[in-house]
């Protein structure tokens, strides 16, 4: 069994930055992909940014070049740089790992992040 720990959300004020952080522990596996999705009130889980363990990235529109994504392979962490906070990105952050072999995939608990204006 994997397990996904995240930190780093809260509330920061609009221009603001936060940095997520995830880090997956548990039964043997190799990474495929890691990455963050969020989901706003009333609305559906989309993808924020994902990293490969080769480090190939891909950002939803919104968040590009306001959002960077890293891995650390060596220690199963993947990291989310949020700058220039909007309202608009206010939601749950859920921290995803895809491992390779495998089918499946394993979400975190989530993560608030709230951006005032």
């Known amino acids: 069994q994997v397990q996904l720990v995240e930190s780093g959300g809260g509330l920061v004020q609009a221009g603001g930055s936060l940095r997520l952080s995830c880090a997956a522990s548990?039964?043997?596996?190799?990474?495929?992909?890691m990455g963050w999705y969020r989901q706003a009130p009333g609305k559906q889980r989309e993808l924020v940014a994902t990293?490969?363990?080769?480090?190939?990235?891909n950002y939803a529109d919104s968040v590009k070049g306001r959002f960077a994504v890293s891995l650390d392979n060596a220690k199963n962490t993947v990291l989310l740089q949020m700058n220039s906070l909007k309202p608009e990105d206010t939601a749950v952050y859920y921290c995803?790992?895809?491992?390779?072999?495998?089918?499946?995939?394993?979400w975190g608990q989530g993560t608030q992040v709230t951006v005032s204006s």
């Open positions: 995803n790992l895809k491992p390779a072999f495998t089918r499946s995939e394993f």
């Open positions: 548990g039964s043997m596996f190799r990474i495929n992909a």
């Open positions: 990293i490969t363990s080769r480090g190939m990235t």
